[in-house]
C-alpha cells in the first residue's frame, strides 16, 4: 500500500525523468527536494498520471494508474499544481467545492456529505469568513490556501501539494506544514515539494531528494540530510546542525565571502 513508481521515464524533449524507481511510503509525509528544473514537478505530474510515461508504471494503493478511469483517480489522488488556473468569476466556496466532483454523480448534485467536506476544509485553511471573496481578487498566500482547501475537500487517501508554502508569510507557511502534518496524522498520504530543506526536515516523516531527473536519495530526514548531500546535490558547502528545540536537521551555507566577486569592483 503505497505510491510506488517502477522503471519511469517520462517528461518532454529536453528533459526526462531517468529510470526512476521510488517508493512513498503510505501514512508518510514526504518531502521531495531538489534544484530548480530537476524534475519534481514532473513526477508529482507522473504520479497524479497529467503526464503518461514513455516507460515505466505508476502504482497507487497496488493499482496501475494507467488502467484506472480519470473519476477513479481522482478520488485517489488530489494534487495542488504549481501554477493553478483560476477559473474567472468563481467565488472560494465554489471553488473548494470543484474538490468534490470525483464524489458526485453527473448532475453535480451536492450532498450534505459534500457541503462539510468544504466547511470543514475552509476552516482548516482559516478561510471560512472569505468564501464568498472572488477567488481572483485573493492575494497569493489566500489563494494558495483556497486551493489548497480544494484538495483538501477531495478527500483522497494521497494529496500532492507542489510548493505549497510559496507566497506564504512564515506564520501561513508554519500553518500549512502543520495543516500537512495533521492531514498525515489523519491517515493521509501527503508528498509535498518543499524548498526550505529545515522545514523538510522538521516535518515530512520521508525525504526524497532528485537530481536531474533521478532520485539521489531517500529516506527518514535525519539520515538523508548530511553535508555531504547538500553539497552533492546543490553544490553549497553547508553546515548540517541540530536544531536546539526541535533536535531536526538545519542548513546553514558557509560563508563564501563575496567582498572579492567581480561585480562589486564598480560599487566599491
Ligand atoms: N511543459 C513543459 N514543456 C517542456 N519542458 C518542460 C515543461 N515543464 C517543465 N519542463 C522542463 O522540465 C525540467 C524539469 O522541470 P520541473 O518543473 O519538473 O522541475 P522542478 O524540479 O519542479 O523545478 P522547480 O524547483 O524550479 O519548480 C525543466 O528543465 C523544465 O524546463
Known sequence: MSIQLD????GYDRFRLQNVTAQIPTGSLTALI?????????????????????????????????????????????????????????????????????HQNLFGYQSRDDQQAVELALEMVSLTAMKSEAVSSLSGGQRQRAFLAMCIAQDTPFILLDEPTSFLDIRYQFEVLELMSTLQKAG?????????????????THIVVM????????????????PDLVKR??????????????????????????????????IN
Open 211 to 226: 537530481k536531474d531527473g533521478r532520485i539521489e536519495a531517500s529516506g527518514p530526514p535525519d539520515q538523508v540530510v548530511t
Open 34 to 102: 531538489g534544484p530548480n528544473g530537476c524534475g519534481k514537478s514532473t513526477l508529482l505530474k507522473t504520479i497524479s498520471r497529467q503526464l503518461a510515461p514513455g516507460k515505466g508504471r505508476v502504482h497507487v494503493d497496488n493499482e496501475d494508474i494507467s488502467t484506472l478511469r480519470t473519476r477513479a483517480v481522482a478520488q485517489r489522488v488530489s494534487v495542488l499544481p504549481q501554477h493553478p488556473v483560476v477559473p474567472p468569476g468563481i467565488t472560494v466556496e465554489r471553488l473548494v467545492g470543484y474538490g468534490r466532483a470525483p
Open 233 to 266: 546535490v546543490y553544490g553549497v558547502q553547508a553546515h548540517v546542525y541540530a536544531d536546539p528545540v526541535s533536535g531536526t536537521k538545519v542548513v546553514s551555507p558557509e560563508e563564501k565571502g563575496m567582498q572579492d566577486h567581480p561585480a562589486l569592483a564598480s
Open 188 to 204: 493521509k498520504t501527503v508528498v509535498a515539494v518543499l524548498h526550505d530543506i529545515a522545514q523538510a526536515a522538521r516535518f515530512a
Open 7 to 10: 522503471s519511469i521515464t517520462a
